[in-house]
C-alpha cells in the first residue's frame, strides 16, 4: 500500500476499536474528507473567548501556587479530553499522535495484538467484546462475544476509557497481556501472547443447494473489492442464491459499505440517507448497475453496527434482500475524522443517517424481516456448527423458497 493511500482519512462509522491486541486546541485543524476519490483540505479554528479565559485564569493560579512540575504535553492532551468527554456523546473522542496513528494503522489492517473487537457499552460503562477475530490469540483463548474487559494487566477500565483499554491491550509481538473478563456474572482471567493478525475481511463458501455464502468481519479497508472477487468465485461455481452474513460486524469505512451495497442494487437507488446538524440533506444513489441477480438473504444481530447497517437499510429498503436474525445494534450517526497539524486527532459525530425510506435507525436498529433469536446457549460457543445455527438454517430455509 503506498504511502499517499495510507495517509488518506475517510469518513466512517467506527461503533469499534479495532484492538489487534488494535498549540492547544486553537491549532489549526486540517480535515480530510474522502470524496470521490478527491481529498478536500477545510481550515477551523476554535477561538473560544470564554473558554480560553477561564483556562488562562486557572494556569495564572497554578503558575503562582502550584507545587511541583507540569508536563505541559500532559496537561494539554488531558484538557482536550476533558473538553470533549464535556459533550457528553460516546463517539466524539480525541486523539493523540500516537493514538491516531494505530487508529489509521487499524483501518487499514495492519495488527499487532491479540485480535478482538471491542466497544463500549454506554448503559454498563463496559469495555466489551464484540468479537473475536477468527483464528488469532483472543479466538484461541476461548474469548466470546458480549465478555465484558474488566481490567487489563492488573488495571481497572471503565467504557469511558476504551481507548486506554484498547492501547493497553495493543503490544509489542511476542508479549503477554494478562485479562480480567467478566461472563455470565462470574470473573475470569486471561493471559494471552500477542501475534501480528492478519484479518480476512470477506470469507465465502458454497453451503447445499449451490447457496453462496459470504461472511464480513468489518467493513475495512477493501473489503468491498474482496467482495467483488469472492462473488465471482461463487457465480464461478454456478450459485443459485446468496446468504450475506455481518452478525458480530460492528461497522467500518462508510464507503466500503455503500460500494458493496452498489454491486447489488439498481443504478441511480437511493443507498443512504445523512441529514448534520443544520438539517442538510445528503442522498448517496448507487451508481452502477449490479453485479448479481440471485435471491439474497442478510444475517444480522444485536452486534450488526454502524456500516453493517447501512448495508441492512439499504439492501432491505430497495427490495434486494430479506433480513433474518436479530434487531441490530443501532447506532445511525456518522463521525469525521479530523488531523491537527501536530498529528493528534479528532473523530466527531457530525451527521446522522437513515435508510432510502429515511427510517431512523440510531438507538434503534433495524429489524429483521424474520426474527430468529440465537439460544444464550449459542451465543457461548466458540464455534457454532452450521446444524445448530439457526439463524444460519433460517436462511438457508428463506433463500431455498425464493
Do not use: W
Request: with cysteine; glycine share 8%.
Amino acid at each position: 500500500m503506498d504511502l499517499n493511500k495510507r495517509q488518506k482519512v475517510y469518513k466512517v462509522i467506527m461503533l469499534v476499536v479495532i484492538v489487534a491486541t488494535i498549540t492547544f486546541i486553537a491549532t489549526t485543524l486540517l480535515m480530510y474528507q474522502h470524496i470521490g476519490g478527491n481529498v478536500r483540505y477545510v481550515t477551523v479554528s476554535s477561538n473560544d473567548g470564554g473558554i480560553s479565559s477561564t483556562l488562562a485564569s486557572f494556569r495564572k493560579i497554578i503558575d503562582q501556587k502550584f507545587l511541583g512540575d507540569i508536563d505541559e504535553e500532559k496537561v494539554m492532551q488531558e484538557t482536550i479530553r476533558g473538553y470533549i468527554k464535556g459533550l457528553d456523546d460516546p463517539y466524539t473522542e480525541y486523539m493523540t499522535k500516537e493514538e491516531m496513528q494505530e487508529f489509521t494503522a487499524d483501518v487499514m489492517g495492519n495488527f499487532t495484538g491479540i485480535g478482538v473487537y471491542l466497544t463500549k457499552d454506554s448503559q454498563k460503562n463496559a469495555v466489551v467484546v464484540i468479537s473475536p477475530i477468527k483464528d488469532t490469540p483472543a479466538h484461541k483463548a476461548g474469548i466470546l462475544p458480549g465478555d465484558i474487559i474488566t481490567k487489563v494487566d492488573g488495571v481497572s477500565y471503565t467504557g469511558e476509557q476504551l481507548t486506554e483499554a484498547s492501547n493497553k491491550i495493543r503490544g509489542e509481538l511476542g508479549t503477554k497481556v494478562k485479562l480480567e473478563i467478566i461472563r455470565d456474572n462470574k470473573t475470569l482471567e486471561f493471559e494471552i501472547t500477542r501475534e501480528n493478525i492478519k484479518i480476512n475481511h470477506v470469507e465465502e463458501k458454497v453451503l447445499e443447494n449451490n447457496i453462496g455464502y459470504i461472511e464480513f468481519n468489518s467493513f475495512d479497508e477493501g473489503c468491498s473489492e474482496e467482495f467483488k472477487e469472492k462473488l465471482e468465485e461463487l457465480k464461478n461455481k454456478n450459485i443459485t442464491s446468496l446468504i450475506i452474513d455481518i452478525r458480530n460486524n460492528g461497522g467500518g469505512l462508510v464507503d466500503e459499505a455503500l460500494e458493496i451495497a452498489d454491486y447489488i442494487v439498481e443504478k441511480d437507488k437511493t443507498l443512504l440517507i445523512t441529514v448534520d446538524k443544520n438539517n442538510n440533506e445528503n442522498i448517496t444513489k448507487s451508481k452502477k448497475d449490479p453485479i448479481i441477480d440471485v435471491p439474497i438473504v442478510l444475517l444480522i444481530n444485536e452486534n450488526s453496527a454502524s456500516a453493517s447497517e447501512i448495508l441492512a437499510g439499504a439492501l432491505k429498503d430497495n427490495g434486494k434482500a430479506t433480513i433474518v436474525g436479530e434487531k441490530s445494534y443501532g447506532k445511525g450517526v456518522i463521525q469525521e475524522l479530523l488531523t491537527l497539524t501536530d498529528g493528534s486527532g479528532l473523530k466527531i459525530t457530525t451527521n446522522e443517517y437513515f435508510t432510502p425510506n429515511r427510517n431512523k435507525i440510531n438507538e434503534i436498529g433495524i429489524t429483521p424481516d424474520i426474527e430468529v433469536v440465537l439460544s444464550d446457549e449459542l451465543k457461548q460457543q466458540l464455534v457454532i456448527e452450521e446444524k445448530d445455527d439457526t439463524q444460519l438454517q433460517k436462511a438457508i430455509e428463506t433463500v431455498k423458497q425464493k
